[in-house]
């Protein structure tokens, strides 16, 4: 009964709390993109994945991936996205910006370099 307890603690702490739901940090945050001279700046952490895996962004505006390493060296450390021909690997810790034209409402899809972490960004009207 104690060992029960104990875990349930560790994985509520480890979860964020009570009120966290699975796969929160997946969601598009408002926070991770900011608009600077004329360009919207998408934050994305990447390691052992992206996150957040889905942002979303003005169709029409100039966009600018910005990725954030951390002691990252796992395949998130390779950003591919095909349909602009665009592969460039990430420093172990920096950051990196790629930077994207500017889009009518679609959803750009990109990955790791093996394919196993994906992400999008999708641009709204």
Same mark, same amino acid.
């Given at each position: 009964?104690?060992?029960?307890?104990?875990?349930?603690?560790?994985?509520?702490? %480890?979860?964020?709390?009570?009120?966290?739901?699975? !796969?929160?940090?997946?969601?598009?945050?408002?926070?991770?993109? %900011?608009?600077?001279?004329?360009?919207?700046?998408?934050?994305?952490?990447?390691?052992?994945?992206?996150?957040?895996? %889905?942002?979303?962004?003005?169709?029409?505006?100039?966009?600018?991936?910005?990725?954030?390493?951390?002691? %990252?060296?796992?395949?998130?450390?390779?950003?591919?996205?095909?349909?602009?021909?665009?592969?460039?690997?990430?420093?172990?810790?920096?950051?990196?910006?790629?930077?994207?034209?500017?889009?009518?409402?679609?959803?750009?899809? !990109?990955?790791?370099?093996?394919?196993?972490?994906?992400?999008?960004?999708?641009?709204?009207?």
């Amino acid at each position: 009964m104690i060992a029960a307890i104990l875990i349930e603690g560790v994985f509520i702490f %480890t979860r964020g709390g009570p009120n966290q739901k699975a !796969g929160d940090e997946n969601v598009a945050s408002e926070n991770n993109v %900011t608009i600077e001279n004329g360009f919207q700046i998408v934050e994305i952490k990447a390691k052992g994945g992206y996150i957040p895996r %889905t942002s979303v962004v003005k169709a029409g505006i100039p966009t600018i991936l910005r990725f954030n390493t951390n002691g %990252t060296f796992d395949c998130s450390s390779s950003v591919r996205i095909p349909s602009l021909n665009i592969s460039k690997s990430l420093p172990a810790s920096g950051q990196t910006d790629i930077e994207l034209p500017s889009s009518s409402a679609s959803t750009l899809k !990109g990955s790791c370099g093996m394919g196993m972490y994906p992400f999008e960004i999708v641009f709204q009207n």
